[in-house]
């Protein structure tokens, strides 16, 4: 079974764009539906996630907050291994700038822990797909490094890892809102 691991934009771009709960109801209950067998949060995404007081917030603290499926990262020294490894990479590979690795180098972004933990799937053979609604920065290069936070799909490109967004999500689980 694929672990598909939740970004919080993932959440939050459908519930602000294009799924709001009063238009497109059945996308949540699919969701919900859909989430103790594919769908994994790491501790961090959650926690930014519920810290909202709107209707996402109340629908992760009551649909998904205590359920199995939330991966806690700190305690997993895999997970933290790999944290280290993707930091040393940020701050050697010449892309970017001090200013654009620092906010992921104060141990409380997601971004990196998402990263870290489909990196921990797949180094046991378990495949684990990232799902954000970032894009790729592009044109990385050791040149002109960028200023820009690093970018979930830029960094998990030197991974291996795979990395989707909602829609193409909902097309391999085949949903038919």
């Known amino acids: ?21 009063d238009i497109a109801p059945s996308f ?49 020294q895999h997970i933290v291994d790999n944290y280290a490894s993707i930091m040393q990479y940020i701050t050697t590979c010449g892309f970017y700038k ?22 921990k799937f797949n180094n046991n053979r378990e495949e684990a797909v990232i799902v954000t609604m970032e894009k790729r920065l592009g044109g990385l290069n050791t040149t002109n490094p960028t200023s820009s936070e690093p970018r979930i799909p830029d960094v998990a490109d030197y991974y291996n890892l795979q990395c989707i967004d909602v829609f193409e999500f909902m097309r391999r689980l085949n949903s038919n809102l």
């Open 1 to 21: 079974m694929v672990k598909y691991l939740f970004d919080a934009n993932t959440f939050i771009a459908p519930h602000r764009l294009y799924y709001s709960n």
């Open 28 to 76: 949540w209950i699919w969701l919900e539906q859909n989430y103790g067998d594919n769908i994994f949060l790491i501790d961090k995404v959650r926690d930014e996630l519920i810290n909202n007081s709107d209707f996402l917030g109340t629908w992760v603290r009551n649909a998904i907050h205590n359920h199995d499926n939330v991966l806690y990262t700190n305690s997993d």
């Open 98 to 119: 001090p200013a654009s690795y620092n906010t992921w180098a104060q141990g409380n972004k997601a971004d990196p822990f998402l990263i870290s933990t489909a990196l």
